[in-house]
């Protein structure tokens, strides 16, 4: 069985090497929910699919809704599921789709999945001062705060940059400001 590779996909936003095929991308939002073993929400599929130009943002969302219109996948409170039919379906004609490419849609979901995690799990508070921004980290534990840090930024950007690097791996500055203060 061969994949229909015809370029009948929007290409806006689509980086070289991306997919322009309907059902090519179909297929790939099958392989990566597969893959993630666990349910997904729509909106990490359309973002990691995005996020490296793979395919073009209506096209996600278009295939998605096919997919689960015909029984590849379901869907319950904004989370994706792979179905038995939706198994099968990936069998042979994910292998027809660049390995490069599955390697990088699945890479990008469970990247944006550990992110959901961790801003959910930590809080990062950013509170304008007169002179600036005050943003306060929060690393938790199964409800039990482990440390609250507050620093100071001197503008939004560098706060929310601040933010970004903290919730990339709050463990790290956890262990490091800990070491730091048994030593």
Same mark, same amino acid.
């Given at each position: 069985?061969?994949?229909?590779?015809?370029?009948?996909? *929007?290409?806006?936003?689509?980086?070289?090497?991306?997919l322009r095929?309907?059902?090519?991308?179909?297929?790939?939002?099958?392989?990566?929910?597969?893959?993630?073993?666990?349910?997904?929400?729509?909106?990490?599929?359309?973002?990691?699919?995005?996020?490296?130009?793979?395919?073009?943002? *209506?096209?996600?969302?278009?295939?998605?809704?096919?997919?689960?219109?015909?029984?590849?996948?379901?869907?319950?409170?904004?989370?994706?599921?792979?179905?038995?039919?939706?198994?099968?379906?990936?069998?042979?004609?994910?292998?027809?789709?660049?390995?490069?490419?599955?390697?990088?849609?699945?890479?990008?979901?469970?990247?944006?999945?550990?992110?959901?995690?961790?801003?959910?799990?930590?809080?990062?508070?950013?509170?304008?001062?007169?002179d600036g921004?005050?943003?306060?980290?929060?690393?938790?534990?199964?409800n039990i705060?482990?440390?609250?840090?507050?620093?100071?930024?001197?503008? *939004?950007?560098?706060?929310?940059?601040?933010?970004?690097?903290?919730?990339?791996?709050?463990?790290?500055?956890?262990?490091?400001?800990?070491?730091?203060?048994?030593?």
């Amino acid at each position: 069985m061969s994949m229909h590779n015809e370029f009948d996909a *929007f290409s806006q936003g689509v980086e070289p090497g991306g997919l322009r095929s309907k059902t090519q991308i179909k297929v790939l939002v099958n392989y990566v929910v597969a893959n993630i073993k666990e349910p997904v929400s729509v909106s990490i599929i359309i973002e990691a699919l995005q996020l490296h130009g793979l395919a073009n943002y *209506f096209e996600v969302t278009q295939a998605v809704d096919d997919l689960i219109e015909n029984g590849n996948l379901s869907a319950t409170d904004g989370l994706l599921y792979i179905t038995p039919k939706g198994v099968l379906s990936i069998g042979e004609l994910s292998e027809e789709l660049p390995s490069s490419v599955k390697e990088t849609a699945l890479s990008d979901a469970m990247k944006l999945i550990l992110l959901e995690k961790r801003e959910s799990e930590n809080t990062v508070d950013i509170k304008k001062t007169e002179d600036g921004y005050y943003v306060t980290f929060r690393i938790m534990h199964k409800n039990i705060s482990l440390m609250e840090l507050t620093v100071y930024a001197a503008d *939004f950007e560098q706060a929310e940059q601040l933010k970004s690097n903290f919730l990339k791996d709050p463990a790290h500055v956890y262990s490091t400001v800990a070491a730091s203060l048994f030593i």
